[in-house]
């Protein structure tokens, strides 16, 4: 089987990236992790994937004097790696039009809410004071708007009238790892297609 070469692109815990590298550890499953790249040395995550023998990068925004240095940096080291497709996993950096335009339909991001409902940061606070019944999480192509490329996959948890920030974080997480390599999946078997800016599953 052709495998995807995937980058995964973190910036703390990586929680999800752990959940995509056990994914890549079945034979069957169509990708491999080639790289992880941190722009935080501190980022928790490196030491998971150092552990599991994939090389890992730091590019540390804040050694670079621009945001164009530091996508250059980064596109240096991806270039090494023959990457298919680059998934953001808690990566904290807003990406240039330039540096997606370079990767067009291959980049894609996890995120915390419903899309298109709550954007940005704080996606569970904001939730919760709207007393919504439900929440989730959205596997997305990355485009120049902050999360508003076409949605791939979604998942959703109910929101319950005691639910602070942390227990309805950590049940959408739970499914952000489920969703995040169901979304690699159909990629890695080429059944996803994004025509007029919305996704079709095949
Ligand atoms: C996740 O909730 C993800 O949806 C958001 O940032 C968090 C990253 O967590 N974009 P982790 O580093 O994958 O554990």
Do not use: C
């Given at each position: 089987m052709e495998k995807l070469n995937l980058a995964i692109l973190i910036s703390g815990r990586g929680s999800?990236?752990?959940?995509?590298?056990s994914a890549c550890e079945d034979q069957d499953f169509p990708a491999r992790v080639a790289v992880v790249v941190s722009n935080r040395?501190?980022?928790?995550?490196?030491?998971?994937?150092?552990v599991k023998n994939i090389p890992?990068?730091?590019?540390?925004?804040?050694?670079?004097?621009?945001?164009?240095?530091?996508?250059?940096?980064?596109?240096?080291?991806?270039?090494?790696y023959d990457i298919d497709l680059i998934c953001l996993?808690?990566?904290?950096?807003?990406?240039?039009?330039?540096?997606?335009?370079?990767?067009?339909d291959k980049i894609i991001n996890i995120h915390p809410s419903l899309l298109p409902a709550y954007k940005g940061l704080d996606t569970h606070g904001r939730a919760i004071a709207d007393k919504v019944a439900e929440s989730g999480c959205s596997v997305h192509f990355v485009t120049p708007?902050?999360?508003?490329?076409?949605?791939?996959?979604?998942?959703?948890?109910?929101?319950?009238?005691?639910?602070?920030?942390?227990?309805?974080?950590?049940?959408?997480?739970?499914?952000?790892?489920?969703?995040?390599?169901?979304?690699?999946?159909?990629?890695?078997?080429?059944?996803?297609?994004?025509?007029d800016g919305k996704v079709e599953i095949q």
């Open positions: 999800n990236m752990q959940a995509l590298i040395p501190d980022a928790a995550g490196l030491e998971i994937a150092a890992v990068a730091i590019v540390d925004h804040k050694t670079y004097t621009g945001k164009a240095a530091f996508e250059q940096a980064l596109q240096d080291v991806l270039a090494g996993a808690g990566f904290m950096r807003i990406l240039s039009a330039d540096f997606i335009a370079a990767w067009p708007g902050m999360d508003e490329g076409p949605v791939i996959i979604q998942k959703k948890v109910p929101v319950f009238a005691d639910d602070t920030p942390q227990t309805l974080a950590s049940r959408v997480l739970e499914q952000e790892h489920v969703a995040y390599p169901e979304a690699v999946r159909l990629i890695g078997e080429k059944r996803v297609r994004v025509v």
